[in-house]
């Protein structure tokens, strides 16, 4: 990683500011899932055993710029305090007086959770002035370890980072950014990319990336329609985002052109609605009338499990079916497994996307793979090569210097 990172700093007796992703989800006032609190932990940790003073902001759901309880952090400071086992400081705004006076009167070690970020419509408009002062409660030391906001150039993500002296990654965002970047610019080969999942249109960036850096592709999933009936293949009615099939045929060819392993389905399990209890599965070439493709077929299944066998780098965004339906979950599981089995081979694998992560969890397989990248929407970003503002905001680690790893 070119970025500095939290073990890069001498933090004893700084006040050091710390963006997390503390955006839980909350089901009356009440957190449903404390996973994103429990993950920042390691990070927290580190800079409390170095004797930094943490000052932690987060946004929380969506309070559009206007204070609204409702997204309160207060229940996250509480949470906070049960995981860490020490007092928790809690500032009602995140900037102005209060913040500054407890900020202030952090010990060493000390730990303060500002009041929501986004209850300032400054935040989002990552305005000047407001990331001075979210500065001002700090010692000239950033870090960021909200991957998930990372392509978002808000003020306590990007603004921020103009008015101190160091802005590092954080353990979590370190982690993101080291596999991801590992994997887009210096891939042990062949690297493979599995995309699928529901639509051409969200994921075009990412396949056109993809193509540029992978040896090979295997595209499944509702977006693989897309493709083969670009071809003049019969679909049935499976999903087809018709206004994409020019550019989907453009891609094709040019794959062809460039010798570039580009694999579709060559069969499927078809129903004829999603809810209908009776299954059949054929080749492509012979989708029925009226029927849709909602998993591929064994055919697909052993080819794919063949590619990805022979990876050394494997990404992986997208289900290749419908797999929230029994039905149609064996493609999804099974390629969830043969990614698990060659990263226990030695490969390097990443998942991203939300359906994709909770179907290598369904798939029991999940804490066999490398890195399961929990951006969201930033991971996609940083698939499609794209630079993410809060990344590029990080200060640069710099060469040859003892001071650093
Ligand atoms: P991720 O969240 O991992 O990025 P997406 O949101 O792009 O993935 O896609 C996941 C959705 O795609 C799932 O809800 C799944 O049911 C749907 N899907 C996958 N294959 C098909 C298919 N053949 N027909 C209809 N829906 C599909
Ligand atoms: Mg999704």
Known sequence: MNKLSIRDLEMNGKRVFIRVDFNVPLEGGKIANDTRIRETLPTLRLAMDRGARLVLASHLGRPKGQVNLKYSLAPVAERLRGLLGKPVEFS????????????HALRYGGVLLLENVRFHPEEEANEAEFSRRLAGLCDQMFVCDAFGSAHRAHASVAGITKFVRQSAAGLLMEKEITYLGKALSNPERPFVAVLGGAKVSDKIEVVQNLMKLADAMLIGGAMAYTFLKSQGLPVGKSLVENDKLDLARKLLEEARQRDFRLLLPADHVLAESPNSGTTQTTDIAGTPDGWMGLDIGPKTIAQFQQEISKARTIIWNGPLGMFEKPAFAQGTLAIAR???????AGATSIIGGGDSIAAAEQSGVAEQISHISTGGGASLEFLAGEKLPGVEALTDRPANSKEYR
């Open 338 to 344: 043969a990614i698990a089995a060659a990263t226990t």
């Open 92 to 103: 009602s705004d995140c900037v102005g007086p209060e913040a500054e006076t407890k900020s």
